[in-house]
DNA sequence: ATGGCAATGTTTCATTGA
């Protein structure tokens, strides 16, 4: 199974990029991310033509997520949101595809720390963090793929020195991230060895993708039992270059 | 070489993102 992630930044701008990058890398689930679209407008359509069955849930303007299914696999069991945490944002969906629990993860940007959207942030991964050990108590293969608005390392940033303390690498929000992998959960991209410098994020402002000004805030969890399937994971960087990119590029892990 | 904010709706600016 081939397995994608990616922030789209509007699902209806970035269809255009969307389509022929399914058509080429032809994975078997896309999770996606902002789609920003009330699910009346989802473009369901144009994806069952292009090969997929999309699963979404979606509200005007910001946020929203999808679960993209190439069509001869089945999703099932269905879930919005995080069960029994109230949240008029739309940031959560899971499905069953070929026996893989698979989450499309939306995480708070946050946007100050210390900020009511931070606190926010913080509260709601507690909320997942629980709702990530209760699916793997459930479900011995679970991928839960997104964007999570946490550099988790040093490592993954370009300038730390310039990012310490700040939104999406506080240790605060390191340690929910470390939390969401206490539960069971391994970064399948730190599997492999990675080339130094690899990002998921890029700045729209400020020669951000051109200097590789960027951020590794998207990743593929795996199950421990599902991660030595995982053969592979990488960033599509070339994703983030050409004709109205989205500033995030997508995250493809491979199962065997 | 890449590209010098982008997307949305509240729309000619404010809000949000990260």
Known sequence: MKLATWNVNSLN?????????LA????DVVCLQETKLEDAKFPHDVLHDAGYEAHFAGQKTYNGVAIVVRHGLAATDIVRGIPGYADTQQRVIAATVDGVRVMSVYVPNGQAVGSDKYVYKLGWCDAARDYFAA??????DVAVAGDFN?????RDVHDPASWEGQVLVSEP???AFRGFLATGLVDSFR???QPPGTFSWWDYRMLGFPKNRGLRID????SKALAPRCTTCRIDRAMRKGEK???HAPVIAELA
């Not at 701008?13 to 990058?21: A, M």
């Not at 080429?24 to 994975?27: G, I, Y």
């Not at 990743?219 to 795996?222: G, M, S």
């Open 24 to 27: 080429s890398e032809m994975p």
């Open 245 to 247: 990119p989205s500033d």
């Open 173 to 175: 929000e390191r340690a």
């Open 150 to 154: 946490v550099a988790p390392e040093d």
């Open 219 to 222: 990743h593929v969890l795996l």
């Open 191 to 193: 599997l492999f060895d």
């Open 13 to 21: 701008v970035r269809l255009p990029r969307l389509l022929p990058w």
């Open 135 to 140: 699916t793997l108590a459930a479900h011995a």
